[in-house]
């Protein structure tokens, strides 16, 4: 059965020219797109979509980061999208990334490490919901 996860290439991977490379390697892995936009969030809205991480040291920086640049949401399909799609990008550290995932070929850092990946299907839901309208959807 396919389902679906949620992405957002992050403001670093933008800024270096590597979204081309990174849509490039998740169609590769499988991955089918079924809603994709370029946007930018703003502070409050990168709050809102982090608001878990709200009590957290890194919350400000975290918040910072992902309001400096653009980022692309996606919604990808896939089976077993959530864990296929979380190996595919690879530890959060890319320093302990597995070689040839988005987060080793591509992230600077653990703060900024390219892509991110929704941890479990009920949350790709919900961060989906946040960037994409049902009509948005396909």
Do not use: C, W
Request: net charge negative; charged share 25%; hydrophobic share 45%.
């Amino acid at each position: 059965m396919s389902n679906r996860t949620f992405t957002m290439i992050k403001p670093d991977a933008m800024a270096d020219g590597h979204a081309g490379a990174i849509l490039d390697q998740i169609i590769k892995a499988g991955f089918k797109i079924v809603a994709m936009k370029q946007t930018r969030l703003s502070i409050e809205k990168a709050g809102e979509f982090y608001a878990v991480h709200k009590e957290r040291p890194f919350f400000g920086e975290l918040t910072e980061f992902m309001s400096s640049g653009p980022i692309v949401a996606a919604i990808l399909e896939k089976e077993n999208a959530v864990a296929d799609f979380r190996t595919l990008i690879g530890a959060t550290n890319p320093a302990n990334a597995e070689e040839g995932t988005i987060r080793k070929r591509f992230a600077r850092s653990v703060g900024e490490n390219a892509v991110h990946g929704s941890d479990s299907d009920e949350n790709a839901a919900i961060e989906g919901n946040f960037f994409f309208s049902a009509f948005e959807r396909f």
